[in-house]
């Protein structure tokens, strides 16, 4: 449990070396950091202290103990909305991004020809799976090292950036070689050794929500990835299980202006994992849009018909096309841009 020491206003050095002599003699962790804007000091282990001993440390105004267990992850340890850079498209700015391209790689050809097209209408950053987590061990796996291969000559034709998955802590200096973003998929939500391991990275986390989880696990991940020092989280709402099954999973829309209240971190939403249905894809993506997403991941191959994994939610080439148009004509209304 963490609890907040916010500091007096303009304490004196003299005073603060005092408190932190006092804090390194007491069996707890400490960091400096703010607190809704005021200069504070986030103290861990301090659960047998009474608030009152620790409000009597000198230089300290006040002692808080924070009101949710996610800690980086909330809008009271930072101020503002987090912007995420990735090459030139900024993420969290107020703009909504677009990342497309198909569930996984599946040839040379198919991701090339994927990237040109969605580069065309107006994308931003390339998707595509390399190393794919299949509930059957018998579905296809994704063509690893040379999927990768294939993607970095998507990347250098097209010019954008690429978000692929990573499933385990041991491929991620060979993912991190190409991809500008780190996927961390629904499955491997809760998977902590590698959250961890994203954390210790400087790259770009796109954090997908658990299929089962409540937004204070999902916050809980990214606090994991925040805390090992990478605070560069984008969430994403992919849709959860519910009892509905004329669809793949249900999208949790209301999360995303919850979590944006919650967080400080960016949140976009993926139509194509929520519903499972081609259809659905482009009023689910208005959605997003008009409920203040920072943009969308979007499943698009050349033949979804013929596609190894996901067909059925993958746009073909001319509904991606529209998708740009329709959400292009939103974004005037909505003034984004
Ligand atoms: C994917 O993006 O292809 C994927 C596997 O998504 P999720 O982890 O949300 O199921
Ligand atoms: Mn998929």
Not at 66 to 84: C, H, M, Q
Not at 301 to 316: C, K, M, Q, W, Y
Request: charged share 20%; proline share 6%.
């Amino acid at each position: 449990m963490k609890r907040v020491l916010i500091l007096k206003k303009g304490i004196p050095p003299a005073t603060r070396n005092r408190l932190v002599n006092g804090l390194m003699r007491l069996p707890v962790k400490y960091e400096s950091g703010l607190w809704k804007g005021e200069e504070a000091i986030f103290i861990q282990g301090s659960s047998s202290f009474s608030p009152w001993l620790l409000t009597r440390l000198p230089g300290v105004r006040e002692v808080v103990q924070p009101s949710t267990p996610y800690f980086l992850a909330s809008r009271d340890t930072r101020e503002g909305n987090t912007v995420i850079q990735v090459g030139s498209v900024r993420i969290g700015d107020g703009s909504f991004v677009i990342i497309a391209g198909p569930c996984s790689v599946e040839c040379r050809e198919q991701i090339i020809a994927t990237a040109k097209v969605v580069k065309k209408a107006g994308a931003h950053l390339l998707r595509g799976g390399v190393y794919k987590p299949r509930t059957s061990p018998y579905s296809f796996q994704g063509l690893g090292k040379t999927g990768l291969q294939y993607l970095s000559e998507a990347r250098k034709l097209t010019g954008l950036p690429v978000v692929t998955e990573v499933l385990s802590p041991e491929d991620i200096e060979r993912v991190c070689s190409v991809a500008d973003v780190l996927q961390i998929g629904s499955r491997n939500m809760q998977n902590f050794p590698l959250l961890k391991a994203v954390g210790k990275t400087s790259s770009p986390i796109l954090l997908k929500r658990g299929m089962m989880a409540t937004l204070e696990e999902f916050l809980l991940a990214a606090e994991y990835i925040l805390s090992e020092g990478n605070d560069r989280v984008i969430l994403c709402e992919r849709g959860i299980r519910t009892f509905e099954t004329s669809t793949r999973n249900t999208l949790d829309i209301s999360c995303v202006p919850l979590l944006k209240e919650l967080s400080h971190l960016p949140v976009i939403v993926d139509p194509s994992h929520a519903c499972g249905r081609r259809s659905l894809v482009l009023p689910l993506s208005r959605a997003a849009l008009a409920v203040g997403a920072d943009g969308l991941m979007v499943e698009v191959h050349p033949d979804p018909v013929r596609a190894l994994s996901d067909g059925f939610e993958s746009l073909d080439f001319p509904a991606f096309t529209a998708l740009m148009k329709e959400l292009h004509r939103l974004r005037h209304i909505f003034q984004r841009s």
